[in-house]
């Protein structure tokens, strides 16, 4: 995409975490432009207008059991988008005897999944050369926080023309985050959701959390860009507890999309087993949501 940048004024001669009034012009003009975007996944999914789509499901598709269960359990809660990794960095190397990524296998059971439900697919693209089988069954493709600066992945993703989550990573600023975005809108896709999903502080308030969810992000990237914002609550607290009250506190910050970890037994996921939500609290988190989301004239969807 050809946009008029005045190259002279590109220095950085004043370095900063957070973004100046200069940077809007010079170095964020498509992230912080204030045209609206919508984001649209079709007919009744759009990010960014007046409903909060949530996208929910387990951390990986382990098997075709589970994604039929989960899917059951949206269908029954009226929730449209579900999620599952085929492909998922792990922190550690060394992963877990029972724990494979799915990879095509994976990726064709989502398939099976929206060939049975109209459920639309999120799922994470690890790298490009991935890329191609992802591409055709998955409606929306997330860039994980560890990715997020993967400058090469975010070009390549931008152009499949698919809508992108891009998930902010745990240690970066707003300004780097959207530094982020724009090599995505650079490249022509403005289909793009913003997801802060936590950030790493000195006290996360318990021993497994590892991140904490910034509150503040959602108000702030909604001042200065226009494009939809989401949160994650799951992958910020780590703890299935926390999860039902940091929803209902996105909600009432503003953002414009949640994404939920659930699993039939949570402490049989293979990854991240205190994090999920069971059908129960599932159930308990979206009736709670819908009723606080008629106070700010949102609908849970
Ligand atoms: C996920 O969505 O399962 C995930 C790993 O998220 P993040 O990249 O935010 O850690
Ligand atoms: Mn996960």
């Given amino acids: 995409m050809k946009i008029n940048i005045n190259k002279k004024k590109l220095t950085n001669k004043e370095p900063t975490k957070d973004i100046t009034s200069d940077d809007l012009i010079n170095k964020l003009p498509l992230s912080t432009s204030r045209k609206k975007r919508l984001v649209k996944i079709s007919n009744n999914i759009i990010f960014g207008g007046s409903a909060i789509p949530v ?7 382990e098997s075709r059991d589970l994604m039929f269960k989960v899917a ?4 029954k809660n009226k929730i449209n988008i579900i999620r599952g990794h085929a492909y998922k960095p792990l922190t550690f190397p060394y992963r877990s005897k029972t724990y494979n990524e799915s990879k095509f296998v994976g990726m064709d059971i989502m398939d099976e999944i929206k060939n049975s439900f109209r459920l639309k697919v999120v799922t994470e693209v690890t790298e490009i050369r ?11 493709l997330q860039i994980g926080s560890r990715n997020m600066q993967n400058l090469e992945l975010l070009r390549e993703v931008s ?10 990573h745990f240690g970066s600023s707003l300004r780097d985050f959207l530094g982020a975005a724009e090599h995505i809108l650079v490249e022509g896709n403005f ?25 503040q992000a959602i108000p702030a990237l909604k001042e200065i860009s226009s494009f939809p914002v989401i949160s994650d609550p ?15 506190a996105s909600i009432a910050a503003g953002c414009d999309g949640i994404i939920l970890e659930m699993h039939p037994n949570p402490k049989k996921s293979l990854v991240d087993p205190l994090q999920p939500l069971n059908f129960k609290e599932f159930k308990k988190v979206i009736n709670k949501s819908r009723n606080l989301g008629k106070i700010f004239k949102r609908k849970i969807i």
Avoid at 130 to 140: H, P, Q, V
Avoid at 206 to 212: I, L, M, P, V
Avoid at 234 to 247: K, Q, R
């Fill in 130 to 140: 991935f890329l191609e089988r992802i591409t055709k069954t998955a409606d929306i």
């Fill in 159 to 168: 152009k499949t023309k698919k809508p992108i989550i891009l998930k902010r």
């Fill in 234 to 248: 799951s992958h910020a607290s780590f703890w299935a507890p926390w999860v039902p009250p940091l929803t209902y």
């Fill in 191 to 215: 289909n793009l959701i913003l997801c802060e999903r936590g950030v790493s502080i000195p006290h996360t308030h318990r021993s497994t959390s590892r991140f904490a969810l910034d509150i």
């Fill in 72 to 75: 059951q359990q949206l269908v």
């Fill in 55 to 61: 996208i929910a499901g387990p951390n990986g598709v």
